[in-house]
């Protein structure tokens, strides 16, 4: 169990043939109307594609949740994608960026958590909005009403909608 702080950080150490250490940032997710239970995040290593949890207890200390959340079906050429950073919102989603392995096309999908912490998505390639300016990080508005990605390119703010197939899509701007 590691003691959870606001936003959470968590080291952790991968071994291969050589010792690296990441910083990964754990977004706090608050599936339960505000309730901060669960934090999420993801990466792909070695084109290992892994979202993973915690379950912050009362006494504030996180415990990692057991699950396996598959990636959107329809990639291109079905090569799969590979999953970065976390932005849950207070209306009970999780936005995660993923990218085609081989292409590179960045897209959201979006996970449901259950009360379990569970994490499951009816996204696929078409109906994943697409980012346009690269993933550096992901952030959900207060309101869960909006989510900014900022990449390399710039930033790239989309809505989330409560009765579409998806629920984000890109906020255009109007000129």
């Known amino acids: 169990m590691v003691p959870a702080k606001s936003p959470f950080v968590l080291a952790l150490s991968v071994r291969l043939a050589l010792s690296y250490t990441f910083i990964v940032r754990i977004n706090s997710a608050r599936p339960r109307r505000g309730s901060n239970t669960f934090a999420y995040s993801s990466y792909c290593a070695l084109l290992d ?7 912050r207890s009362s006494n504030g200390t996180l415990t990692a949740l057991n699950i396996l959340p598959s990636m959107p079906q329809g990639s291109p050429n079905n090569e799969g994608y590979c999953p970065f950073k976390a932005a849950p919102d ?21 996970y449901t958590p259950d009360a379990s912490g569970n994490l499951t998505t009816n996204s696929t390639s078409s109906n994943m909005p697409k980012v346009s300016v690269g993933v550096n990080d992901v952030s959900a508005s207060p309101s869960g009403k909006y989510l900014a990605v900022g990449g390399i390119s710039g930033l790239q703010i989309f809505q989330r909608r409560k009765r579409s197939a998806h629920p984000i899509t890109y906020r255009r701007r109007n000129t």
């Open 49 to 55: 594609p892994t979202i993973y949890g915690f379950k």
């Open 90 to 110: 207070t209306t009970n989603h999780v936005a995660i960026p993923v990218s085609a392995l081989y292409n590179h096309v960045w897209q959201l999908a979006v």
